[in-house]
């Protein structure tokens, strides 16, 4: 799991919530993360969607859809910088729902990234039915922030 080097970066803490109480308060849950082969990260989690997620019949509005996918993208990205790297906020997403996702029917998700780039990360993100079908999806375009390395100490002596 690491990169070029670098330790793997510890986000337990994020593992749940993300950080976020409305992931839960929909349903929405992380439970794992990493970075695979080509340095490039990925998160996954589960969704049970709750009342608050859904209309009155039942059915999880788009718009939480775009919230979980989102933020599964979001940790997928922050899995993959090094050190205090972190995303700064999402310039542009697409949400597609393909399917509905029901009131208390499990659901997983899973977001990766596409490509990291100097200032901009890509990625895309899923939620699928326990039977693999495809319900919802969405692609991102982040903004980076990439701390500047301390300048190096002058020799001593």
């Not at 794992?32 to 039942?58: I, K, M, R, S």
Request: hydrophobic content about 40%.
């Amino acid at each position: 799991m690491g990169r070029r080097g670098d330790t793997p970066k510890n986000m337990d803490r994020w593992l749940g919530d993300g950080g976020m109480p409305i992931i839960t308060a929909v349903g929405g849950a992380f439970t794992d993360y990493g970075v695979d082969g080509e340095d490039l990260g990925w998160a996954v989690g589960t969704f049970v969607p709750t009342d608050l997620a859904c209309n009155p019949h039942g059915i999880t509005q788009a718009g939480i859809h775009s919230l979980l996918l989102d933020a599964c993208m979001n940790f997928a990205i922050n899995a993959a910088l090094p050190g205090k790297a972190r995303t700064r906020g999402t310039l542009e997403m697409k949400t597609e729902c393909m399917r509905p996702a029901l009131k208390g029917d499990p659901y997983t998700m899973r977001g990766e990234v596409v490509r990291l780039a100097k200032q901009v990360a890509y990625g895309e993100a899923t939620v699928r039915a326990a039977d693999g079908a495809l319900v919802s999806r969405a692609t991102g375009t982040f903004l980076l922030h990439r701390p500047e390395p301390d300048p190096p100490s002058p020799p001593a002596g």
